[in-house]
Structure formats: C-alpha cells, structure tokens
C-alpha cells in the first residue's frame, strides 16, 4: 500500500517560515492536497493540486511537489495557524484509495 | 452555504451496529462523489469509504471493507454509512466529506464536523 510520511511536529516561531513535508514514492507524479485540522473544528481544505488555494485561505499559505516530496509552506506564520496539517492523494493503483499522511503538528512558539 | 450535517453516533457495545446519515445542502449532491472519513481520539486522518455521484461505485479502506457499507439517496441528499460488528478500536469522530468531483477521486472540499461513535462496553 502506499504510504506518506509527515513528520510529527513542527515548530516556528510567530513571523516565521514553516515548512511541512510531506514524503512518498514518486510523490510529485500525483495531485497532492492539505487540510487543516483544529481541535473541535471540521478539517478545512487549505491547498489542492499541489498549489492551488480555495478562496478563503490566505496567500501565506503555498505548496510545492517534485521528486519524492511535496511541501506546504506558511510564510509568517500567526497563532492561528496553529493546527495539525495532513497530505492526502487519491493513489490510482490497487484500485481506488484515498491515503492520508500521518500529520503535522504545527507549534506557533 | 454549502454544508454537511453528520448523525447517528452514539456509545455502542462491541459487537453491534450504527448507521450513521449525512445530510447535504447548498450544492447539487448529485453531481458529487462522497466519503467517509473518522479521527480516532489522539490519531491521524483515515479514509473509510467512497461512493460515485450516481451511487455506482463503492471503494472501501482494507481496514473496513468487510464490516462497513456506503450508500446515497440523491431524492434526500443523504449519504449513509452502516458500521457493523463495532469493536472498541472503531471509537472515532465520522466526517463525512464532499468530492469536488463525481467520481470521487480527487479531493475533499466540504467536511462535515462529523458524529462520534464510542465502542464501549
């Protein structure tokens, strides 16, 4: 099956650059999508198709995708960015599946 | 706006059964693909189940596929999922999700804030 790896934690201090990664084989021949989630909270779309934005989330937020990596990047970070942050791709082989990475806590210090 | 309300959890004994109901508004369900996905308390995201817009096609997580059914009424925008044979490691919010297409495989626009389920004895 196929698996994405995210690290467990990340922390930045407020005005800062985040960076999430997110790590898969051949990762950056898929659409890679981010959500998210806050304690007691709906997870929320924040990037699709590697680097598209919905309306409603701030430019701060980007992301990339190549190689075995994709990556969602917060530029100056604020305290409500504050959340856990999960990839998620639809893998096109063994049949339909949706895989999600283990997320991301993002600590605002 | 475009919304999606779950119901139907509760605490159940292992062994028995839920169905859980998610009510769709402000957007053609019709056209949409749909999933479930739960948060265990302390874990990640996991995907359980998808169905087509046309109710067609139905993909399950490995983890499920035995135990849990998708299905839709697009007279009622509702998408149901019936979870059988609970066991304590079940216990999880159950989100249920909007596709931005109708095949269901590319990603989640809408999220519900989902219904808890509690396997307890």
């Known amino acids: 099956s196929y698996v994405l790896t995210q690290p467990p934690s990340v922390s930045v201090a407020p005005g800062q650059t985040a960076r999430i990664p997110c790590g898969g084989n051949d990762i950056g021949s898929q659409d890679v999508h981010w959500y998210q989630v806050k304690p007691g909270q709906a997870p929320v779309l924040v990037v699709y198709d590697d680097r598209d934005r919905p309306s409603g989330t701030p430019e701060r937020f980007s992301g990339s995708n190549s190689g075995s990596t994709a990556m969602l990047t917060i530029n100056r970070v604020e305290a409500g960015d504050e959340a856990d942050y999960y990839c998620q791709v639809w893998h096109r082989s063994s049949g339909h599946r949706e895989v999600f990475g283990g997320g991301t806590k993002l600590t605002v210090l | 706006q475009v919304q999606l309300v779950e119901s139907g959890g509760g605490v159940v004994q292992p062994g028995k059964s839920l169905r859980l109901s998610c009510a769709g508004s402000?957007?053609?369900?019709?056209?949409?693909?749909m999933h479930w996905v739960r948060q265990a308390p302390g874990k990640g995201l996991e995907w359980l189940a998808t169905?087509?817009?046309?109710?067609?096609?139905?993909y399950y997580a490995d983890s499920v596929k035995d135990r849990f059914t998708i299905s839709r009424d697009n007279s009622k925008n509702t998408v149901s999922l019936q979870v059988t044979a609970l066991r304590p490691d079940d216990t999880a919010i159950f989100h249920c999700?909007?596709?931005?297409?109708?095949?269901?495989?590319?990603?989640?626009?809408?999220w519900g804030r989902g219904t808890l389920v509690t396997v307890s004895s």
């Open positions: 999700v909007k596709d931005s297409s109708g095949s269901g495989n590319w990603y989640f626009d809408v």
């Open positions: 402000g957007f053609t369900f019709s056209n949409y693909g």
């Open positions: 169905i087509t817009y046309d109710g067609d096609n139905k």
